[in-house]
Nanobody
């Protein structure tokens, strides 16, 4: 079974840092774009950052300069380094990837930033 498994969420104070990881498992023939989304109650799901297979990254304006997305193709893993966290970054973060030419989602990991 092909799946994405996230880790690294938690509770942090404003100004702190967290690193999210998302690993693909199962029979993987192809991984193209990978990314992170987040969702807060009452708001639509938001693209936080994405990265192509070759490493070209794209960020939401709200996280530019604070978050960094990266990937390790050999480990089939994408990372999201989050620095200078703000209370408004509080959300469930979801990993997304094009695995075997199918749009695949992780189960989500909670990030809570206290003021």
């Amino acid at each position: 079974q092909v799946q994405l498994v996230e880790s690294g969420g938690g509770l942090v104070q404003a100004g702190g840092s967290l690193r999210l990881s998302c690993a693909a498992s199962g029979t993987i023939l192809s991984i193209n774009a990978m990314g992170w989304y987040r969702r807060t109650p009452g708001k639509p799901r938001e693209l936080v950052a994405s990265i192509t297979r070759r490493g070209s990254a794209n960020y939401a304006d709200s996280v530019k300069g604070r978050f960094t997305i990266s990937r390790d193709n050999a480990k089939k893993t994408v990372y999201l380094q989050m620095n200078s966290l703000k209370p408004e970054d509080t959300a469930v973060y979801y990993c997304n990837a094009d695995l075997n030419w199918r749009d695949t989602w992780g189960q989500g990991t909670q990030v809570t930033v206290s003021s």
